[in-house]
């Protein structure tokens, strides 16, 4: 049985080492976090061992929650897809799947006339099939969706700019993404100067949740009137969750960059995209995007 409280349900069966198990349960974990799959695995035993949790590196709270060592009760049914080297092309599947099956032996296989049969690169290794179609129908696809209708400048201009130089300031650290705060705030004084304020930073601030993935950076400066005696005009507030950069002042959310840093680019607005990737104008060594769809 599907269950309804996890958009993806991957059932690993006889996976020929601990190893191989680990890998795909890595490519879960780092790829979608905590709370979007659930791991079926049979033929390692009954329990959680500690070199699954070890060469997996997930966090024990995450395993006990999220790994069924155990069969699920499949239903066959064209929402059940089945890693097959020879099977269609991960890409060219629209359907929404909810199972993942990887069946090593063949056994469970059988008893599935109605499932998907995908392939990822067509390769003979299966682990490294089921990683490959993991990726392209559950981590790619996730990170496509990621709404640039959340994007949002007060200024477009210098919201483009701001996303240009968010890009150059992300960067991983420990594998989670974060942003280099003084290439940051050189971006952000020059968009306050050309507006009449100097931003002096005050603080900077990073929380990293190992077990959740998640990331909150937050930077503070205030703003001084340029032409006012440098007197002070109020706090400038950059947050960076690691896929929005939000930067609220005195006047409230002003710039609002959604990030990807997977395929480095960055919205300022909805249609306004910056990217590295090799398309576009090329503005400063970035290229720039404007998407009319």
Known sequence: MVEEDSKLQVFIASPPTVFDAAVILRTLYTGLGVDKWRAYIVGLGSTVTPRLLLESRLPISVAKQYIVMDAPDLKDTEAVAVVDPRGHPAWSIEAQLEMLVIDYAGFYTHSLQRAIHV?????????YEAIAVIYELYIRRNIRESNCSKAFSLDPKKGLYIARKALEALTLLDNYPVLEPNTLIYALRRVYLSEGYILDPTSYHFEIKPISGKVLEVIEATAYARKRGLRER??????????????????GEIYRIVLDYNHDMACAAPGLIASREPKGE?????NIVLSTS
Not at 119 to 127: D, E, S, V
């Open 282 to 286: 090329e503005v400063h060594g970035v």
């Open 119 to 127: 392939k990822g690169l067509g390769l003979p290794l299966l682990t």
């Open 234 to 251: 109020g706090i400038v507030r950059i947050v960076f969750n690691g896929e929005e950069l939000r930067v609220s002042d005195w006047r």
